[in-house]
């Protein structure tokens, strides 16, 4: 398929542990976005990307939080010493670049910290 | 700062009857607004956007929406609605100071009944 893919699908992770989310764009999409859910809300901005620069981290809620993307694709977004409050689907999408072009949404990676 | 208000957690209509959804948003700047539509432990789908020009835009499945300066609202709608279009429908802006990044509303779960 061409459409944007996450992995993993979901996550379980004990209070303290780190994780790793990963991301893998259109093909060609220069732009990435990465967005939290949290359960009965709208997605809320984390950070985002143009190629492997990080234009914006303005959502990211902690230091705790770090996203990368190291080769202008794919892109990790990884949680340290997970908190309870992290427990929200994290939503990854691209676009072309332009801010009036949408933006497509893998189907996200659901994390419970237990 | 950007915002998205949609005052309705959950429509409900019957089938074959007109839908609308509705939303109004605040930016700085020239807005860009979106709808997007998800189905349960799916991602996000792109419906249709504003970006400039006729003020009626359509997308797809037959939705479209009214752009309205002066109130500042994009309300989506359906001139005869399916059960399939049950799902949570989302609102989203960004503008030309808003950094490509999209601010979403808190959605509004449709419900097409027989």
Redesign the interface.
């Given at each position: 398929g061409a459409g944007?893919s996450q992995s993993p699908r979901y996550k379980v992770a004990k209070r303290g542990q780190d994780v790793a989310l990963r991301c893998d764009p259109i093909s060609g999409h220069v732009?990435l976005?990465w967005?939290q859910q949290a359960l009965?809300?709208?997605?809320?901005?984390l950070t985002?990307f143009q190629n492997e620069a990080q234009?914006?981290k303005s959502?990211l809620p902690s230091d705790r939080f770090f996203a990368e993307r190291p080769e202008g694709s794919v892109s990790t977004l990884k949680i340290q010493r997970t908190q309870q409050e992290d427990s929200a689907v994290y939503?990854c999408?691209s676009?072309t670049g332009r801010?009036?072009n949408?933006?497509?949404?893998?189907?996200?990676t659901r994390l419970t910290v237990l | 700062a950007q915002s998205v208000a949609q005052p309705e957690d959950q429509v409900n209509v019957a089938e074959g009857n007109p839908l609308t959804v509705k939303c109004t948003y605040s930016v700085s700047g020239n807005p860009y607004l979106f709808w997007y539509v998800q189905y349960p432990n799916r991602g996000l789908q792109f419906l249709l956007k504003y970006i400039t020009g006729d003020n009626l835009v359509k997308g797809s499945y037959g939705f479209e929406a009214e752009f309205n300066k002066s109130q500042t609202s994009f309300h989506l709608k359906k001139p005869s609605a399916l059960v399939s279009d049950s799902a949570l429908y989302f609102c989203a802006v960004t503008s030309t100071g808003g950094g490509n990044k999209l601010t979403f509303g808190t959605g509004t779960q449709l419900k097409v009944e027989l």
């Open positions: 944007v732009s976005f967005y009965g809300q709208g997605p809320e901005f985002y234009l914006d959502g939503l999408a676009s801010v009036y949408e933006q497509f949404f893998g189907p996200g | -």
